[in-house]
């Protein structure tokens, strides 16, 4: 697909990354000549100098006969107006990057009006990730297929857990329900089979219903508890988006912040959470506010310096469940150094929500894939296809089909109904089907074949 990115800031680059290694033909457009030079280059692809705003250069950049415009600069009311002009250019297809909560609750108001096809709250993506990960507290990952009926939960295994020592195929919890997928073990993953045998200290990752996750992790004696009393360190937009889930889904909910100003502000729209005007950094108030005694903590500040370190400071001194924000992507063999719990990239994630957009508009021009995440340092994909009824895979048992090697079919959903497959199960037309491998570049369901 050609598609056009205005705004080459740090989620126009996410963006303009994640779609080039979906092999996509990027124009990026901005105002600044440095960023379009840098961004262009990076993923060897064409920069438009110009306002992306503008008919003229939009024009320019080929936005007529894109099949997508995606506007991510710096302001809202750009971006709106960028996806107008685009419209008007012959592009039917935008997306807009939209922060303010105040536009966002009313978007969906004018969506159509406007001819945008989606718009994307980097901060609210990024809220959204962190809440999931703090309902399941001892998750260090959490994927979810089938419109969240079926969730792929990564997390440690603890030497004192009854799977150490047995095969795969020999764990009787929840047998049929609940299934392990991969297992990362020091610096090596591996697409499990039911011949591999569980160590402590592996980290795993299981396809199973939310609710039933919970009570295998329970008999499987890990830790998996939900975080009830959370504290927010910096008060910013993801905060309080992350504080509004938090508190409608009963939690209690302390925010840090130092800028007086915006304490007030959050005072006045987060009626349920304790507002404490302070510095997130002074260790002596963060014990003081029971840091040592809370379930979940979030490090959500401005500065990636800062969420790194009291991070590693929290670590230190507490059990919380750790959720450290990072915007930078230069931190991450840092990061990857002093074995942070669990990291969260806002503007990665953007890239990834629309990433699995494009895809979803790819399918009616002959892609299948509907969903699709990279795990393990991007070493293995989870992709969810829809199967069609021209497919070479349906009607016939999984276990005579000459699969890939390193690829499992892990889960079929049909009419509501989630199926964890064995040999005798087949794939029907129209089930959502999803696959895990250490293959990339599949495009339909097809290619799982050898």
């Known amino acids: 697909m050609k598609i056009v990115i205005v705004g080459c800031g740090k989620v126009g680059t996410s963006i303009a990354t994640e779609l080039n290694f979906a092999g996509h033909d990027i124009v990026v457009v901005d105002i600044n000549r440095n960023a379009v030079t840098r961004l262009a280059d990076s993923i060897d692809g064409m920069g438009i100098e110009g306002n992306g705003a503008t008919y003229e250069t939009l024009a320019d950049a080929g936005a007529g006969d894109a099949d997508l415009v995606i506007a991510a600069t710096a302001r809202d009311e750009v971006n709106l107006y960028t996806c107008l002009m685009a419209r008007a250019c012959g592009c039917q297809n935008t997306i807009a990057r939209v922060r303010n909560p105040e536009y966002t609750r009313d978007l969906f108001r004018v969506k159509d009006t406007l001819g945008l096809s989606m718009f994307i709250n980097p901060e609210m993506t990024a809220a959204v990730e962190i809440s999931r990960l703090l309902r399941f507290s001892g ?121 007086a100003q915006r304490c007030d502000e959050l005072s006045e729209m987060l009626h349920d959470a304790v507002i404490i005007h302070g510095d997130c950094m002074d260790q002596d108030l963060l014990l003081s506010e029971g840091i040592e005694h809370t379930d979940g903590v979030a490090a959500l500040m401005d500065y990636d310096e800062e969420n790194i370190l009291i991070s590693m400071y929290v670590k230190n001194v507490s059990k919380a469940k750790m959720i450290t924000k990072v915007n930078n992507a230069h931190f991450d063999s840092i990061i990857d150094q002093i074995d942070l719990e ?52 349906i009607n016939t048992p999984l276990s005579r089909l000459s699969l890939k090697d390193e690829l499992q079919v892990i889960c079929i959903a049909r009419k509501g109904k989630v199926i964890l497959p064995v040999g005798s199960d087949v794939i029907l037309p129209d089930d959502s089907v999803v696959v895990i491998t250490k293959h990339t570049g599949l495009s339909d369901l097809d290619d799982i074949l050898s």
């Open 342 to 393: 669990c990291v969260v990239h806002p503007k990665k994630l953007a890239g990834e929500y629309i990433a699995r957009y494009v895809r979803a508009v790819q399918n009616s021009l002959g892609s299948n894939v509907e969903t699709l995440y990279r795990l393990h340092e991007e070493r293995v994909e989870a992709l969810e296809f829809r199967a069609r009824k021209t497919s070479r895979v």
């Open 139 to 259: 998750a260090l990952e959490i994927d979810s297929f089938s419109k969240g009926m079926v969730e792929l939960i990564k997390v440690n295994v603890p030497d004192n857990s009854p799977l150490v020592g047995k095969a795969i195929s020999k764990i009787d919890i929840l047998r049929g329900k609940v299934r392990v997928c991969t297992v990362e073990r020091g610096e090596d993953v591996y697409i499990a089979n039911g011949d591999f045998v569980i160590r402590g200290g592996d980290r795993i990752s299981v396809v199973s219903k939310p609710e039933l996750a919970a009570r295998f992790f329970k008999k499987a004696e890990i830790n998996i508890g939900r975080s009830r009393d959370v504290m927010i360190l910096g008060g910013g937009k993801v905060s309080y988006y992350l504080a509004q889930r938090l508190l409608k889904a009963g939690a209690n909910v302390k925010i840090i912040e130092k800028n």
